[in-house]
């Protein structure tokens, strides 16, 4: 089995910056990719970020593109997402997931494809 535990959440004004980190442990060998997903109230899941194990390649949904980074720590088992300049509508639960799949282009954003799953940190964004 595999857990992820998201931290790092909390409440930013627009225009700030939050670092979220995502804590992996358990059976992680078959893990390919740690992805970032967010739901806000009254919406679906949403895919945010993505990053392959091996060698850190990552893609990003168009809404964050050039705002948000993640990368990894793999001595650390940690999975981060820089969030800057972000805006009201980044408001949203996040979530950390993890595939053992092999995935390309949207598949690697769609939840369905990911079987390991975190709790979820929140993150408000105020004006």
């Known amino acids: 089995q595999v857990q992820l535990v998201e931290s790092g959440g909390g409440s930013v004004q627009v225009g700030g910056s939050l670092r979220l980190s995502c804590t992996v442990s358990?059976?992680?060998?078959?893990?390919?990719?740690i992805a970032w997903f967010r739901q806000a109230p009254g919406k679906g899941r949403e895919g945010v970020a993505i990053?392959?194990?091996?060698?850190?390649?990552?893609n990003y949904a168009d809404s964050v593109k050039g705002r948000f980074t993640i990368s990894q720590d793999n001595a650390k088992n940690t999975v981060y997402l820089q969030m800057n300049s972000l805006k009201p509508e980044d408001a949203a639960v996040y979530y950390c997931a993890a595939s053992t799949r092999w995935l390309y282009g949207l598949d690697q954003l769609s939840d369905r494809n990911y079987q390991y799953w975190g709790q979820g940190t929140q993150v408000t964004v105020s004006s």
């Open positions: 990053i392959y194990r091996t060698n850190s390649a990552s």
């Open positions: 358990g059976i992680t060998g078959s893990i390919n990719y």
